[in-house]
C-alpha cells in the first residue's frame, strides 16, 4: 500500500507540474528571431536533459548490480535504458520539428545530432542484449558492462558542440566553466520548471516499470518453477 501511495503521489505531483511547465511555455513571449518556434526549447531541452538521466541511471544501476549482485539494480537498469531511448527518439523530433524551418532540413549529420543517433544504436543494442540472453545472472552482468561504457555517450554528446562546431548551436544550459543560461533570460524559469517536471517524469516512469519488470520476473520464476514441477512429477511416473 505504502508503494502505491508513493507512486500515485509521485504521478500526481509530476503530472500537475508537466501541465504548469506546458502552460508556461504556451504563454512564453516569442523570439524575435524564432518566433513561436523557441517554445520547443521548453521541451526539447527536458527531454535531451531526461536521456541523459536515463542512460546515466543505466549504468549506475548496472554498477550497483555488479556490486551488490541484486536482482532489482539489474530491474531499474534495464527500466532506465528503455526510458533513455523512448526521450532520445522525442528529443530527435522535437530537434527535426525546429530545424525544419531553421536550417532548412529536417536532418544534418551535425556532430551533436550524429551522436544522438549512435545513442539508439548503443541502447537498442543494449535492450537486444536483453533479449537474447535467457540466463538472468549472465544477462544482468553482460548487459551491466554494456550499460557502464553506453554511459560515456553522456558527456561525449553534450560536448560535441563544443569539441566539433557544426549547425547545432553550443548548449542552453552550460555546466562547464560556470553555470550559465545560453538564451534570453525571459525563459530561464519556464525552462527551470519544465526540466523538473521532466526529472520528476524520468522518477515516476523508473518507479512503474521498475514494479511492472519485477511483477514479469516473479511470473517468470513462477512458470520456470511449474515446468521444472511438472518435469519431475513426470520423471517419478514414469520410474
Do not use: C
Amino acid at each position: 500500500m505504502n508503494k502505491d501511495r508513493i507512486t500515485t503521489s509521485l504521478g500526481g505531483v509530476t503530472l500537475l507540474l508537466v501541465l504548469v511547465s506546458l502552460g508556461m511555455g504556451v504563454t512564453a513571449p516569442l523570439d524575435e528571431n524564432q518566433g513561436s518556434l523557441v517554445r520547443l526549447m521548453f521541451v526539447h531541452v527536458p527531454a535531451a536533459w531526461l536521456s541523459y538521466l536515463a542512460y546515466i541511471g543505466t549504468g549506475l544501476f548496472g554498477l550497483l548490480y555488479l556490486v551488490q549482485r541484486q536482482r532489482r539494480w539489474d530491474r531499474l537498469a534495464m527500466a532506465s535504458a528503455e526510458i533513455g531511448v523512448v526521450f532520445t527518439l522525442a528529443t530527435i523530433v522535437g530537434g527535426m520539428l525546429w530545424a525544419k524551418p531553421t536550417w532548412g532540413a529536417y536532418w544534418v549529420w551535425d556532430a551533436r545530432l550524429t551522436t544522438t543517433a549512435l545513442s539508439l544504436v548503443v541502447y537498442g543494442g543494449y535492450l537486444l542484449i536483453r533479449s537474447l540472453i535467457d540466463d538472468p545472472e549472465k544477462r544482468a552482468r553482460i548487459a551491466a558492462v554494456v550499460g557502464i561504457v553506453g554511459t560515456l555517450y553522456v558527456p561525449i554528446n553534450y560536448m560535441a558542440v563544443e569539441w566539433w562546431r557544426g549547425v547545432h548551436q553550443t548548449q542552453t544550459v552550460k555546466l562547464l566553466g560556470g553555470l550559465r543560461f545560453d538564451a534570453s533570460p525571459i525563459y530561464g524559469v519556464t525552462l527551470l520548471v519544465a526540466t523538473v517536471a521532466f526529472s520528476l517524469l524520468y522518477f515516476y516512469l523508473l518507479r512503474v516499470r521498475g514494479i511492472l519488470a519485477a511483477r514479469e520476473e516473479a511470473k517468470e520464476e513462477r512458470e520456470l518453477m511449474q515446468d521444472l514441477n511438472g518435469a519431475d512429477a513426470l520423471g517419478v511416473a514414469r520410474g
